[in-house]
């Protein structure tokens, strides 16, 4: 076990770098959110395929695909950017007068966020003042258990012939089914990978993917929001910051010293 | 009430009060703090556990309306229903022996254990259109994925020996970096969000989108 390099008195031992951390990150991001700067970010380009996506949809009159995840620990961050991502692609299809179909389902935690979800896209179609066009048979809920529910979503697909699948959120090892078979029936598929596990196999099976940070970032970049793409600049500033302290480290470890494990478990 | 407990305002308080009820104990060693917060977390289980039987009973009220209406596939929904039924039935007698069991065990998982094993076809499906040498980067993949490939298969495995340390040192030295800067970026990522959402800024997982305040 190595010894921390420094304690705090009153913080919970092992926790101190952490925090310090956690409390630079925030301060990053109220700085930069209330800076109200018209921040640039470079383009993500699988999060602008999804109006492609639903573009494409529209023009050749078939429906859109769109899930939030199986849900498996309820409202985990996956799935809230799953839902944050959910809300611009059903404004997107009100607005363009596309039927949008969100398959849910996949875990029990799921039965909760379906009414969340529903929420949503009701908003959406509400904002885009076409309500008429909103059906909640369109968020069918297909099963509790995650086999089940894949296998209706892939019924769905080969039944529908969805011009896109959207598929964003926690999803789990059924994601290389339903994305396969998206990509089979000759759908755009857009794909978020969730775990480390299946980012490589969904990067494959997908015209676009979401790596890492894109999905959660989605939100703020897809706003146009000066204040929400603020948060992705205060995101990148801490990546540099990680990437600087993993070089640096190698570097000082290879040198024969232990001092920035030592700051690390402090 | 209603509209006081549907306020948005009234849900970011909570939003917040329960995130520093958590967050604040995590890091500050004062037990009464850190009392509440293991409360606090028990508490938020209970009502999870009452937001899921809620979410039940909203299923089976959606079911009722379509075979009510006789909509298109209501003969589905009155089995979901009835599955429903049967199956809370069976577990107040018995989770462990009699029919809920028998379901469980002789029905669902071996149908689950099929679902997964068909699993295997799409990867093979995927892999085979994957493995084209169009590129340099694409031939680079196949490469590494036959090196892998070779090493992970016992038969092949056994037969090429001498390719074990570069499969080693690819899923050692090469994918575990990878890995782990994928799991600092999600991570930074959630945190973000995270505050997004504390800081109002990203309302649609409320169930509203930003244009409604």
Partial sequence: MVNPLFQVPGIVSGRALGLIFDVVLMLLVVYYMGGGKNIKIRRVPGLDAIEEAVGRAAEMGKPVVASFGIAGSGFDYWTMAGLAILAHVAKLSAKTGTRLIVPTGGSDQSLIVRPVAEEIVRNAYLIEGRPEAFSDNDLPFLSGQQYAYTGGYIGILQRMRPASVIMTGSHASEAMNIAETSNMIGAITITAGSYVSNTASLACASDYILIGEEAPAAGAYLSQDPTQRASIRAQDIYKAISIIMIIGGLIILAAGSDVVIRLLVS | ?213
């Fill in chain 2, 1 to 213: 009430m209603s509209e006081i407990l549907k306020s948005r305002t009234l849900q970011m308080v909570v939003l917040v009060l329960s995130f520093l009820f958590v967050f604040v104990p995590y890091f500050i060693d004062v037990k009464v703090l850190t009392d509440f917060s293991t409360q606090l977390i028990t508490i938020a289980a209970i009502i999870s556990a009452f937001t899921l039987v809620l979410a039940v009973y909203s299923q089976f009220r959606r079911g009722y309306t379509f075979v009510h209406r006789r909509s298109r596939g209501w003969i589905f929904k009155a089995y979901m229903m009835t599955s429903i039924v049967l199956m809370l039935i069976f577990a107040v007698y018995s989770q462990t022996s009699g029919p809920y069991n028998w379901v469980m065990y002789a029905i669902i998982t071996p149908l689950s254990s099929v679902n997964y094993s068909i699993l295997v076809f799409y990867m093979a499906s995927t892999g085979a259109r994957a493995f084209r040498a169009r590129n340099g980067r694409a031939l680079l993949l196949l490469i590494t994925g036959f090196i892998v490939l070779f090493y992970q298969a016992p038969f092949t495995g056994a037969f090429f020996p001498q390719l074990t340390p570069y499969s080693l040192y690819i899923t050692s030295t090469l994918v575990s970096a990878a890995g782990r800067m994928f799991l600092i970026s999600v991570t930074v990522g959630a945190i973000v969000f995270g505050m997004r959402v504390l800081m109002g800024k990203e309302t649609s997982i409320l169930g509203a989108a930003k244009e409604e305040k």
